[in-house]
Each structure stands twice: as structure tokens, then as C-alpha cells.
């Protein structure tokens, strides 16, 4: 399945009670293409989050519209998925039963179903461990569970938020290969919302880099790099020179707009 997404006008303003209104987007026009990888990056509390939760129909925007194949995004839906920072695992459940829950809400699971979770964990690097329970497993491997989990119904559309930011740096990078190469072999448009300049080239065909909040779009960068990629690529002249072009707009006015010394987003 393939999807192209599209924001026309975005904006997103929240008003609490008794509190003056913040900006959170502005004027957001951006067009993400079927099958792409698109990374977002930007300083904290530019509103990152917030665009992700816009796209997956959990806000609705202020202003503007989000489309799907042209079709309007208004609600949540089942072939739009999102995977969160923390992996959320049913501690009760083992690990194909968590990884086949989504299918289990919308209808009955069925062998082909249960086939396809053990070669999603399979490939994930979890061939042995479906029956173990989330406990029995290290971080990194509840995440990749969790990676299998929002891809066993197939969706179109896989939104991230900065999911593999509590992992070490070692266990990150062997999740970012895992996700660029289940992004390679299952065609997803993906969306990842990241602090790490590195991990957003590593990963991405472009970068949308936002300012500062009202999040706004400042550049989007095609990176300069092969379709697939290994670790070695971090350290190409190229890689080099695509981390330095992102940077250079965080690091005008001095490190503390650096995104990679944020963990917070609004």
C-alpha cells in the first residue's frame, strides 16, 4: 500500500482556559511523496510533536487541512499508525501476542496473521523470542516488538516520535538500520520526528527542517545519499557535509538551538 500526504495552510493554536492562546503551527505547507522517508527535525518546542499528531488525525488543526490520497484526515484511522518514544508492550501478553494486538482489535487473528508477525519479528531480529514476556526483554528489543507491532497491519502511512531517543547510543544505531531496512522492504511513507541531526541523515530522503515556535517550514533537504544505506555511510564526506548543512540553522545564534541538546517538543 502507498500513500502521499499533503498539509495545505496548517495551523494549530491551543487555547487553554484562562491562559492566552500559543501558536504551536503556522502557515505549514509540505508535501510528502508515496513511499518516502522524511525526516523533521527543529529546536524543542517547535511544535514537531504537535505536526505528528496532526498527520496521525489525534488534532485536529486549527486552520489548514491534512490529506491522505486526497482524501482528508479528520479522525484516526487504521492505515495511518504512529509508534511513540516508549514502547508500550501489554506486560502480560507475550511478544507475537503484542506484536498481533492491533489485528486482534479490528477482527478475528488468523494463521496467515500469526505467520506474518513471527516473519516481521523474524526480520526484526527476534526469531526465538515470541514466546518470551516484555520483561524477560532488553530495550532495545521491546522497541523492535514494538516496530513489528505497528507494521503487522500494514499500513501505509508510519508516523515517529523520536522513537529510539531513550536507547544507547549502540542500541540506536542497530535500530535505525532495523527501521530503514523494514521501511525499505514493506514501501511505507514514513515520517520520523527526531532531535538527532545524524540519526535524520542517516535515515531520511529529505529533511524538513522547522524554526522556532509558531513551527514553520525553513528548508527541505534532499540528502545527498544512496537509497540504501549501512553505518558505513557515517563516515562518507558526503554524510559529513549533509549533518553540517542541517546544522548550520541551529547553531547561528549559538548551541543551545541545536536540536540535538533538546529532549522536550510542543
Known amino acids: 500500500m502507498t500513500a502521499g500526504l499533503k498539509l495545505a495552510g496548517v495551523e494549530k493554536v491551543f487555547a487553554p482556559r484562562g491562559r492566552p492562546p500559543t501558536t504551536a503551527l503556522s502557515e505549514l505547507n509540505l508535501e510528502i511523496e508515496s513511499n518516502e522517508f522524511v525526516a523533521v527535525v527543529g529546536p524543542s518546542g517547535c511544535g514537531k510533536t504537535t505536526l505528528l499528531r496532526v498527520l496521525a488525525g489525534l488534532t485536529l488543526p486549527s486552520k489548514g487541512a491534512v490529506t491522505l490520497d486526497g482524501e482528508q484526515i479528520t479522525e484516526p484511522r487504521p492505515d495511518l499508525v504512529m509508534m511513540f518514544q516508549s514502547p508500550t508492550l501489554l506486560p502480560w501478553r507475550k511478544v507475537i501476542d503484542n506484536c498481533l494486538l492491533p489485528i486482534e482489535i479490528r477482527r478475528k487473528v488468523t494463521p496467515e496473521d500469526a505467520d506474518r508477525a513471527r516473519d516481521l ?35 501505509s502511512v508510519l508516523l515517529l516520535d523520536e522513537p529510539f531517543g531513550a536507547l544507547d547510543a549502540m542500541t540506536r544505531d542497530q535500530m535505525n538500520l532495523d527501521l530503514h531496512r523494514m521501511w525499505h522492504a514493506n514501501e511505507l511513507t514514513t515520517v520520523l520526528i527526531t532531535h538527532s541531526i545524524t540519526e535524520a541523515v542517516l535515515l531520511a530522503q529529505r529533511i524538513v527542517v522547522m524554526s522556532p515556535r509558531p513551527g514553520r517550514v525553513v528548508d527541505v533537504y534532499r540528502v545527498p545519499l544512496p537509497a540504501s544505506r549501512d553505518l558505513d555511510v557515517l563516515n562518507s564526506p558526503r554524510f559529513a557535509e549533509a549533518c553540517a548543512y542541517v546544522r548550520q540553522y541551529f547553531t547561528k545564534d549559538g548551541s543551545e538551538n541545536d536540536p540535538e541538546n533538546g529532549t522536550e517538543d510542543g
Not at 128 to 155: H, K, T, W
Open 121 to 155: 519479528l523474524e526480520r526484526a531480529g527476534l526469531g526465538g523470542f515470541e514466546d518470551r514476556y516484555p520483561n524477560e526483554l532488553s530495550g532495545g528489543m521491546q522497541q523492535r516488538v514494538a516496530l513489528c507491532r505497528a507494521l503487522i497491519a500494514q499500513p
